[in-house]
Structure formats: C-alpha cells, structure tokens
C-alpha cells in the first residue's frame, strides 16, 4: 500500500495529462499498477520502480487513448487537487493552484492532440525525443518537428496572456 500511496498522484496525473478524462485516468492507473505487480520480476534493477510505472501508465494511455478516440475537454479545475505533490516540476513560487499555472495547463490542453501529448510527454513527463517517438510509434526527428512546432504553438497562445 506504501507504494500505491507514493505514485498514485502522479501517475494519475500523467494518465490524465494524455487522456484528458477523469475516469479513464483512475482506470489506467489502477490496471496500471496492476500490471506492474503482476510483472515485478521482469523490472531491472537499473530501472527505478517509479520510471516503470511511469512508463507503463503511459503506454497505457496513448493506447486507450488512440483506441478510444477524443474526450470530453475536461476543465483543469475539476483536477487540480491531484495535481502532484514532490514530483512536479513547479518552483515553490508557482504552486498548482496559482494563475499563472492554470493559464499553462489550460494552454497545452487547447492544442491539438498531437501537441498536447508530445509536449506533456516532454517537458511535463521528461521524455526524451527517442522515449517519445518510440511511444508514439514516430520517427526521431519527426518527433523533434512535433515538439518544436508544439512548443511554438504553445508560445503563441501564450502570448496575449503572459506578455512574452
């Protein structure tokens, strides 16, 4: 239970990050963790059990993702008391409940799904271009393009708001 306590949160988060659905994402991570019990003898010792876990929850989601289709957009407000705890990438300053933060999420969950989830595997998960397009079935520097243009996009719906 120890474990389930510490990774809940952020693994509901990545799910939630890909699927953009409440209920879908308490489902990967359950069948997630599942998974990962069941399969604990084939994890290396050079690979931490979080990173795993990671890796599997969002297998997972790109798979129920891609199998299911679009959901509904779902306000960041109705999930922002999960947000993650130590494993967030926030500077104290900027808590989960701050403005400026709502105003990023709600940025990346407006662009389309091929940026949302490129950009959320890599700046929010920490994916690597190759992790990613190995995740997403895509070539390395098709993937490069990917971010990049994300990122882009993200800057320009940013604009108006953040005063780059």
Known sequence: MEIYNRYYKAMYNTAFRIVKNSFEAEDIMQEAFLSAFTMLDT????TTFGAWLKRIVVNKSIYNYTKNGKY?????????YKLEDESTSLSSDETANSPKVKVILNAINGLKDTYRIALT????EGFDYEEIGQITNVSYANCRTTVSRAKEKLRQALQPVMNY
């Open 43 to 46: 994890l290396l010792e050079s």
């Open 72 to 80: 509904q957009h779902v306000p960041v407000d109705a999930v922002l």
């Open 121 to 124: 595997l890599h700046l929010i």
